[in-house]
T-cell receptor, first 115, second 114 residues
């Protein structure tokens, strides 16, 4: 049973380019969460999605960031017009259902570097 | 707003020692508290999850306790080994909202010397 998969593992973008980060949840999981870990900082929640729905985007920056989890395929975190401050590790987690009783399982992360 | 703090930020111990990692939180209205391990350049591995109604959880050499009234959790590692070297994170799941938002501390970086 494969775990949460994220790709690419490392991504380098120049300022102003777009970054697309992909997350495939564990088999049987329909809930996906994105977190960001800035250098020397803890992980911060960004967004929580279910298939075709955004459940909670309270941690998403208001501009340039968007997320989706289509009916088919992986969840995508999109960052438009990247800036140096976007350099971070982005982690995806998945769970079987909604609610605190369902444990979140984390992927290996995508490390974004903006030059 | 929940704040999760982990002290110390870094800890170095000789192999074989028993040790305690601390996690404190400001809002006791939590569903659960979870301890993770993060290896350099890797993702998070869940170690122990304590529901709010529980006092402790054990897995092998690890024991995590939870005291909601004082806003504290501890992770006890017995007979530490070099392979335990990693960053240990605690995270709370709070009441309110979507129940999808884990709130993390910044972690304790543990180094176990052979």
């Amino acid at each position: 049973n494969a775990g949460v998969m994220q790709n690419p593992r490392h991504l380098v973008r120049r300022r102003g380019q777009e970054a697309r980060l992909r997350c495939s949840p564990m088999k049987g999981h329909s809930h996906v969460y994105w977190y960001r870990q800035l250098p020397e900082e803890g992980l911060k929640f960004m967004v929580y999605l279910q298939k075709e729905n955004i459940i909670d985007e309270s941690g998403m920056p208001k501009e340039r960031f968007s997320a989706e989890f289509p009916k088919e395929g992986p969840s995508i975190l999109r960052i438009q017009q990247v800036v140096r401050g976007d350099s971070a590790a982005y982690f995806c987690a998945s769970s079987m259902g909604q609610g605190a009783v369902y444990e979140q399982y984390f992927g290996p992360g995508t490390r974004l570097t903006v030059t | 707003k929940q704040e999760v703090t982990q002290i110390p930020a870094a800890l170095s111990v000789p192999e074989g020692e028993n040790l305690v990692l601390n996690c404190s939180f400001t809002d006791s209205a939590i569903y659960n508290l979870q301890w993770f391990r993060q290896d350099p350049g890797k993702g998070l591995t869940s170690l122990l999850l304590i529901q709010s109604s529980q006092r402790e959880q054990t897995s092998g050499r690890l024991n995590a306790s939870l005291d909601k009234s004082s806003g504290r959790s501890t992770l006890y590692i017995a007979a530490s080994q070099p392979g335990d070297s990693a960053t240990y994170l605690c995270a709370s799941m709070n009441y309110g909202g979507s129940q999808g938002n884990l709130i993390f501390g910044k972690g304790t970086k543990l180094s176990v010397k052979p």
